[in-house]
């Protein structure tokens, strides 16, 4: 068993008060497949979580994060998750989306109910749950 901890760095990116999420791909050897989740990944060495946010972001959907700041930290037996959030100034057409299944902004209430409607997918699909809370938690800060 491999008992290292994963160090991983993800942003809410925010819009008119709603939040760009990506439905993952549903592959079902990765984390929460299938599922509605927020952009970033993990650390490289030697990597501060500052800079893995904007390159994993930059990777995944070609936009460059200048103005971010740090919301929180979710740390459990498997990762340390560095929570960061920015605003999205550009609108989602103009996106690229690298990796996933699907990218969409949604409200509040969608996160709430925890599943969301893709159109790439076709089909309702669920939001993982840590990210889901990583969410309601920011929305109960404005």
């Avoid at 925010?14 to 650390?43: S, T, V, Y």
């Avoid at 996933?100 to 159109?119: M, V």
Wanted: charged content about 25%; proline content about 6%.
């Amino acid at each position: 068993m491999n008992s290292q901890l994963a160090y991983v760095a993800v942003t809410i990116l925010c819009q008119e008060n709603k939040f760009l999420m990506q439905l993952r791909d549903n592959i079902p050897n990765i984390i929460a497949p299938g599922c509605w989740a927020l952009f970033g990944g993990h650390l490289e060495p030697g990597e501060t979580p500052e800079i893995a946010v904007q390159r994993e972001v930059m990777e995944e959907i070609g936009y460059q994060l200048t103005d971010f700041t740090k919301f929180g930290i979710y740390s459990d037996e498997k990762a340390v998750r560095h929570v960061f959030q920015a605003p999205l100034l550009v609108p989602v057409n103009q996106l690229v989306l690298s990796e996933g299944w699907d990218l969409d902004l949604l409200t509040a209430e969608d996160i709430d109910k925890g599943e969301y409607y893709s159109e790439k997918a076709g089909q309702i699909r669920p939001l993982a749950a840590l990210p889901r809370k990583i969410m309601l938690d920011f929305i109960k800060t404005l």
